[in-house]
């Protein structure tokens, strides 16, 4: 058990670790939620951190009062706030994360397809003129 100290801080770290990634994608959110034009609205108060305690966390909640909308964003972790927007702020930061998911999705394509050391005949093609086909069980 040699290693035994080392596995046991390695592992002990992991949290840190994914605790950061977790913080950065937290703190992204928020930028992209001011962006679209909802406000911070923080729980500065014993009354709002009840209050905030019992919206589930990073998770809009829709409030309908009459005719307006309102969508509330509840981020305890980051900001210790809530983010509230309207209806327009709500599809404007779905519209922002649309593009962003498509543009993930493009870059993943293209990083995919660009690797020039990649080995298409070890796969066995992937369709018509690539060896894919009828009597090949896929």
């Known amino acids: ?30 930028d992209d939620l001011s962006a679209a ?9 014993p009354q709002r951190q009840e209050m905030l305690a019992k919206l589930p966390p990073h998770r809009f909640v829709r409030r309908v009062r009459g005719d307006q909308v309102n969508y509330v964003f509840a981020d305890p972790t980051g900001c210790n706030c809530l983010y509230v927007g309207d209806q ?5 930061y779905r519209r922002e994360m649309q593009r962003e998911h498509i543009a993930d999705e493009n870059a993943l394509a293209a990083q995919e397809y660009s690797d020039p050391a990649w080995n298409w ?7 018509p003129g690539f060896g894919y086909g009828p009597g090949f069980g896929w």
């Open 37 to 45: 034009g909802f406000v911070e609205k923080p729980a500065n108060t």
């Open 1 to 30: 058990m040699k290693h035994f100290p080392f596995a046991m801080a390695a592992a002990a770290s992991m949290p840190m670790i994914s605790g950061c990634a977790t913080m950065s994608n937290v703190s992204h959110k928020e």
């Open 121 to 127: 005949g070890m796969w066995g093609g992937f369709g």
């Open 88 to 92: 327009r702020a709500y599809g404007r």
